[in-house]
């Protein structure tokens, strides 16, 4: 009874509202997107938004663990201007009020697009979103710098975590169903992109840290649909990453079903149905201290073999951007100093090389080689027999730049080179150091003794309106966005000012510096020691506070 009230209610709203316009897109035999709009944040050009459109089924019930299904056509209009549920991930559940967190949690596989016209056919940029597979969505990655440009943006969800990267490899629990998801999306962009003025046969896949793993394993898997993506980005996020690789999964489901405090945990298939069977919120609050990676030898073939091997073989051959931020390390510097804090370590006994251990320890090098060379490379021997850990902090970073962020992108490239790869290759590394940073992320910074520099993620700042920006800082974005949307374009970076832009000759460079000016240069391998080689590196003290 109430409800032609309310539809004609909105009607006269949009009609006396035109910033809430509302429009709508036919999508051959799926059905109609109502969307609305908003504007862009340096020229207030108008751009259509339709956000949460669900591409597949709810992996809920019997699809939990499963390969994802597409979407069923649907006949009344799906209203898609409010962004999609976020995927089931602890840590924002406990930020979010309860009344966001009812219904079926597990219906979040959902994209947004940002297109300024409908009539066209521009250059599309699919984004896959990062936080280590476990955490992140959609709605933190709006199209208001983007759209400055012709082209159409699309942000995916994937399913996170225990549910989206766990697996027993078989046919019940896969693996790698967050992979898939992200191939599920890609194939609806083929189907319905040109509906929204985007040309499918010209689309960019880029990600940010895991979402740039994902980035990889796309270009690394056999089972990404042929010719679903033209170019790829990935920043600060690698394929051939150790860390990629979930080395135990089926243990990992063990011990998850023991959490649940499930019976027979030690048989396959009633710990799937323990899984199968289980509250969202119980997986999620039972997975606290997991992490995740994929699956090599998934039950559907997405990652037979490791990602690095597959890259050796893959036919895929688009025009490649990949780099790292200058201080992307500085995030794990942070953790590890947490981790020491929290044990109540007494810094002041605590040697430069016992921290530096900690870091070290990760990378597993069981003929010490890399360990011996990395500490040769980075810590003169008095320093690493001290406890002056404020004199360490340059070391400590690029410590941690090289093992997490800058070998592992390297190695990309050199695995690229490894096979005459025939496209272009564009390696950068983001420099510049803005007013607004990511260091610390929502849980603040104040507590560390240093500053977390181009931290992980800072790169994004100029992409995605995620921080006020100043006006030297809108410079920069407006840079990154030329750079990013160039290449989508033309499949090369390009700027109107400064140097041009040189792809790689060789696995060591020419690579390209992010900053004001942009620079050029011939050794990535340089990156190594970025930090301690940076004569300003004392700016990354905080004098005011201890270790
Ligand atoms: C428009 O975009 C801005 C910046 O991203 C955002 O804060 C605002 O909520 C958006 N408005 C609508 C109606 O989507
Ligand atoms: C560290 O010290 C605090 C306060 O003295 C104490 O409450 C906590 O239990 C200690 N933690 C560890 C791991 O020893
Ligand atoms: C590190 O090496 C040990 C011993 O070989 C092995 O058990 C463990 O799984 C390895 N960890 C990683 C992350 O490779
Ligand atoms: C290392 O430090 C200890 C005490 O802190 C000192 O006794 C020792 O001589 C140092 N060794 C070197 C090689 O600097």
Known sequence: MGSPIIISLSLWLALILPSFAQVSVNLPRLGTVIGNTNTTLWTGKTFMQFRGIPYAEAPSGEHRFKAPVRRKPWSTPFLATEYGRICPQLFTYNRLPADQLTGDLEDCLTLNVFTKTLNAKQPVMFYVHGGSLQVGFAYDYPGGYLLEQDIVLVVIQYRLGMLGFSGTKTSNMPGNL??????????????????????????????????????????????????????????????????????????????????????????????????????????????????????????????????????????????????????????????????????????????????????????????????????????????????????????????ANILFFKSNEIGFTNKLFAKSYSSPIYFYTFDYEGAQTNFGFDTGNSQYPFNGGVHHTDDLLYLFPMKPLNTADTEMAKKMVALWTSFAMTGAPKLAEGPPVLPMQYPRGPYFHINQPITVEDDVLKEFTATIDDRNNNKLDRPDKEF
């Not at 270009?219 to 679903?228: F, G, I, Q, V, Y």
């Not at 990992?252 to 298939?269: K, M």
């Not at 799937?272 to 999620?284: G, P």
Request: net charge negative.
């Open 178 to 399: 967050g992979l898939m998801d992200t191939m599920l999306a890609l194939e609806w962009v083929q189907q319905y992109i040109s509906a929204f003025g985007g040309d499918k046969s010209k689309v960019t896949v880029f990600g940010e840290s895991s979402g740039g793993d994902l980035g990889g394993a796309l270009l690394a898997s056999p089972k990404t649909p042929p010719s679903s993506f033209h170019r790829l980005i990935t920043q600060s996020g690698s394929a051939v990453d150790k860390l990629l690789v979930n080395q135990d999964p089926i243990g990992q489901v063990e011990r998850v079903c023991r959490a649940l405090q499930c019976r027979q945990c030690e048989r396959i298939d009633k710990m799937e149905s323990c899984l199968k069977k289980a509250d969202v919120w119980d997986i999620l609050r039972a997975t606290e201290t997991e992490g995740y990676g994929l699956i090599v030898g998934d039950f559907h073939g997405t990652i037979p073999q490791t990602p690095a091997q597959l890259i050796a073989t893959s036919n895929i051959d688009v025009p490649i951007m990949t780099g790292f931020t200058k201080h992307d390390g500085s995030l794990v510097v942070g953790s590890l100093y947490d981790a020491f804090k929290a044990s109540n370590t007494s810094f002041s006994s605590l040697k430069v090389g016992q921290f530096a251990n900690g870091l070290l320890g990760y990378l597993n090098d069981t003929s010490g080689m890399t360990d011996n060379a990395l500490t040769r490379l980075l810590f003169p021997l008095n320093l690493w027999n001290s406890s002056d850990h404020k004199r360490a902090i340059p070391a400590y970073f690029d410590l």
